[in-house]
DNA sequence: ACAGCTATTGCATGCGCATGCAAAACCGAT
DNA sequence: ATCGGTTTTGCATGCGCATGCAATAGCTGT
């Protein structure tokens, strides 16, 4: 078999000249919208077709100083919950014809130092989740007009937009139906000390316990990671005093801990003891795992911030934004249920109970 | 609070202005091994710190025709297997200044066709996992010498590199495994129908049982997902004559598979039923699992994947290659234990019974 | 001090594409 | 056939950086 040569890749010059037009005629054969006859645009892109032409887009990135390119910091990937954000992230995109640079960083590691450098790429924009911008890096970005959206982590830097669900709220409304579900004892396992999203699901979750004179909770760090939250179960099921209530905040750490509850200390749940997660992973509706969780849709999440870099890169001068996507309480096998409050929608048991509040 | 309007970035040729030199001279004192003295470096250094420059990425690769960007198409992102891909994958290649440009594609669907466009990205490699290049992808590639490997996916196309686990060897031991411990009825839950990598696993399982006179085992599809496996198992367990020995093609299948098995038909695994998976993911050996799987270590596929693909880049007329990474069955608590042939290491207890097989 | 080198520099150009501007082609109406 | 107006084209240039080549500076030995 012979092997050709790496070739040049053709360029508009070279389509140009077997259409018999110029460089600039296939250029804007290219570009949506510029002037071009519809006959010559025809001829052109069959010349193109028959160089099997493509478009350097570094060269196009170059001339218009726009690469339709997204950064995507992301750390914990384990985590199922942010496998869906990077696929409905990369699906939507991919709608605009847009692309990911992907940055990851080790869990518990601030963000990535190669990010220092997104700015080299010419990224459209920045998107981080389970990880914070740095100060630099937000000064930068706003200095050049990048936007940065971080996905379920707040912050105080300026420049920098959020999304995330519900977590004071769902903190809450957890604690509620747990209390209504008559437990006696209460856990937390939250993320990494230093997460603002974790932190606020367990202190509204503690809040609203505490109100209601409920014995002191136990507050644990997961770290978000799977040993992390098992140690922390581990450790609360040792002692004496045990609970009969935990909330994890997220839902791969909830699996550690069924696991760490089931298996290493025989203890049935929810019969024993019940736990509730937080996201709804697709995982966490299926009969082998049936988790009672909080839902935070990664797909609307993900779908804010796509909107919200639309704007900021249609006028950068816009003011960064916050928005908060709405979750509920899915009702399903893994902690004990309230005797009242429960609701049936879209095939789900919802909590409804103490609403209100 | 002013708003700075966002600024053009600063070039070469403002850090040249600032440190009374030339814009090639700025351009040399980034270019490693390039010929400057060491005090103007030093002066052009510290302009360009002082400037907050950064260098335009596009710029370079067009100028070299190298974008020190690889990419990455995926599937099943939700399979923590492909996580541990993309983990190692970018950290082997951030030690490289590399970064990862990512395509995702829907299960069970082709590769993103967005991915026929990815050379207008001038990527210097492509990596495939979980996916497969189309015979027009391999043969622009070959074309224009961009080297592809795939990962844990086998090729007939021309010019197209692959790493995977050893399927063949670990379908007849996880077999002989089984058989030893004594099971009478065998079933295997297979990915995609047309997954290379799959189908080997299974044909090799179900080879050695065959050629050892057991009942001819139940041959199923999980496609990879979650349901899709927990949909087989809960059809072959089921039926009459259910089987009491479970291959899964995936570790996050067997998950699944164990669930199903567990919550579903209640029950007791490995009492009633044995379960192996494949890839050893990090969650299979926790107790909360403790997965009896035959390991495909992914940092070991992603490290052969890189050396071939700068093997490629360094001379692009050199041959596909193709590699084989060695795994081993690790004995944990799924599946029912032989009476020989364990042996521990690394703290691990690892089959090596039959192993002149 | 000067020839002979070598280590540094700057100049000029090109990478492939987009785009403002002016030239050319086209069109319908007179 | 001619004119005014509208498309359609091509020309020229720039985006930011790398690099071959020639010019310059720096250094050694005599």
Redesign the pocket.
Request: proline share 5%; charged share 20%; net charge positive.
């Given at each position: 078999m012979k092997r050709a040569a790496p070739r040049?890749?053709?360029?508009?010059?070279?389509?140009?000249e077997l259409a018999?037009?110029?460089?600039?005629?296939?250029?804007?054969?290219?570009?949506p919208g510029?002037?071009?006859?519809?006959?010559?645009?025809m001829?052109i892109l069959d010349a193109a077709q028959t160089l099997g032409?493509?478009?350097?887009?570094?060269?196009?990135s170059?001339?218009?100083?726009r690469s339709n390119i997204v950064a995507l910091a992301i750390s914990y990937l384990e985590n199922p919950f942010y496998a869906q954000v990077v696929n409905a992230l990369s699906d939507r995109l991919r709608a605009t014809g847009r692309h990911i640079l992907l940055f990851t960083s080790p869990p518990g590691e601030d963000a990535d130092p190669a990010l220092e450098r997104v700015l080299?790429y010419q990224v459209d924009a920045i998107v981080m989740t389970a990880t914070t911008a740095s100060l630099e890096l937000a000064l930068q970005c706003q200095k050049s007009g990048v936007p940065i959206v971080q996905i379920n982590r707040d912050s105080t830097l300026p420049g920098i937009s959020t999304v995330r669900g519900e977590n004071r709220r769902a903190g809450e409304r957890i604690a509620a139906f747990l209390y209504a579900g008559g437990h006696r004892r209460y856990a937390f396992v939250g993320g990494a000390p230093d997460s603002t999203t974790g932190r606020a699901r367990g202190a509204a979750f503690a809040g609203y316990l505490d109100a209601r004179g409920a014995p002191p909770v136990v507050m644990t760090h997961g770290h978000y990671t799977f040993d992390g939250a098992a140690q922390a179960v581990r450790g609360m099921l040792s002692g004496p005093d045990r609970p009969d209530a935990i909330f994890c905040a997220s839902d791969y750490m909830a699996f550690a801990a069924i696991g760490v509850a089931r298996r290493e200390f025989g203890l049935d749940v929810p019969g024993d003891i019940s736990i509730v997660g937080f996201d709804d992973v697709p995982e966490a509706g299926r009969t082998a795992y049936d988790l009672t969780t909080y839902s935070q849709p990664a797909s609307a999440l993900v779908e804010e911030a796509i909107k919200i870099i639309d704007l900021l890169i249609e006028d950068p001068t816009r003011r960064a934004m916050r928005r908060e996507v709405r979750g509920q309480l899915l009702v399903r096998g893994t902690a004990r249920v309230p005797k009242d409050g429960i609701v049936v929608e879209n095939d789900e048991r919802v909590w409804r109970g103490a609403e209100a509040e």
């Open positions: 040049r890749a053709p360029t508009e010059s070279d389509v140009a018999g037009v110029s460089q600039s005629a296939v250029s804007r054969a290219f570009t510029a002037s071009v006859a519809e006959t010559t645009r001829r032409y493509q478009p350097n887009l570094m060269a196009r170059l001339a218009t100083s080299s």
